[in-house]
């Protein structure tokens, strides 16, 4: 499938960067995730290091504080460790199973981090959780920690849609996914901490411009179909999951006929960067320069995605 990927995927025009201290980074997160009991020694463990959330979030955020990667990075590991718990470990296989998860969750970033009264509800991924929105407030605006716990509340209301389906075996049409997408990926907390390191975020009036609304779904969904374009390949072969651009594409057409639907989804790939390109220059040619951080960000998200989804032994 990376194969595949290379010679049908246009490779983003950006630089290639990584963050120099992004391989110390990667064993101080797997210690983070490991003091708050989201993963133990064995399987998960290993899991999640051949995910390599480091070498994403450092090619996702190639400069700035090293604590501010290291927030960054913490918050895939803590993706991570929450998509393999609903792809691969069941949690997510119907809504009532992961309804409980998900509200104590909420519960959570309806807090802002704050500590429960009782006992923590959510567990591991609570505490996790928790921490995470503690660092941003202290790190940013108090506009940042709200954008991140609303992104992070679409993304916990996003997969029980995703439980949904998997319930009913069904597949979605391929504009309800696409919409979806945007939310499961967590692209946009991701987003939001990444700008949070670079030192320049957005005002709420440059945020809601329609020229960088059009650039920010782009970029949202080009990182969504990479992924998915070199997913594939695993995730049909041990179990068949209808939350991927190649198998919507696939269930919608005449047949079912998996190579069609990879060049048709790596073709929908290609035609969003050229359009994303395009919108980018539009935007950079106003000449505010209040916007090049979040572009920057954005360039930086679709590189990363690339170049991490090539090495990355996730999905091999």
């Excluded at 190639?62 to 718990?85: I, Q």
Aim: overall charge negative; proline content about 5%; aromatic content about 6%.
């Amino acid at each position: 499938m990376r194969t595949f990927a290379v010679s049908a995927l246009r490779e983003p025009p950006f630089p290639a960067r990584r963050h120099d201290a992004t391989d110390r980074v990667a064993q101080e997160s797997t210690d983070w995730a490991l003091g708050h009991g989201l993963i133990t020694n064995g399987h998960r463990l290993r899991r999640l290091r051949r995910a390599d959330a480091a070498g994403l979030a450092g090619r996702a955020c190639p400069e700035g504080p090293v604590d501010r990667l290291r927030l960054l990075t913490d918050l895939v590991s803590w993706l991570f460790v929450m998509d393999d718990a609903c792809d691969e470990d069941g949690l997510g296989d119907a809504p009532t199973r992961l309804a409980p998860t998900v509200a104590a969750l909420l519960d959570v970033l309806d807090r802002h981090g704050a500590p429960a009264g009782g006992p923590a509800a959510a567990g591991p991924l609570g505490e996790a959780l928790a921490d995470l929105c503690r660092r941003v407030r202290a790190a940013g605006t108090p506009a940042a920690l709200l954008r991140f716990v609303s992104e992070v509340r679409e993304y916990l209301l996003a997969l029980l849609w995703e439980a949904a389906n998997r319930e009913h075996d069904r597949v979605p049409e391929l504009a309800e996914y696409v919409q979806m997408r945007r939310h499961t990926g967590a692209v946009r907390p991701s987003f939001t901490l990444t700008e949070l390191a670079s030192g320049g975020q957005p005002g709420a009036a440059d945020r809601a411009a329609p020229a960088l609304v059009a650039l920010d779904l782009l970029a949202a969904d080009l990182v969504c179909w990479c992924n998915d374009v070199f997913s594939y390949g695993k995730e049909a072969a041990a179990q068949p999951d209808g939350h991927n651009l190649v198998a919507v594409i696939a269930a919608g057409s005449t047949g079912g006929d998996e190579s069609s639907a990879l060049r048709a989804a790596a073709d929908r790939f290609n035609d969003a960067l050229a359009a994303y390109l395009a919108t980018e220059s539009a935007l950079l040619a106003t000449g505010d320069d209040s916007l090049r951080p979040a572009v920057t960000a954005r360039r930086h998200w679709i590189r990363a995605t690339y170049d991490w989804s090539l090495r990355a032994a996730r999905y091999a």
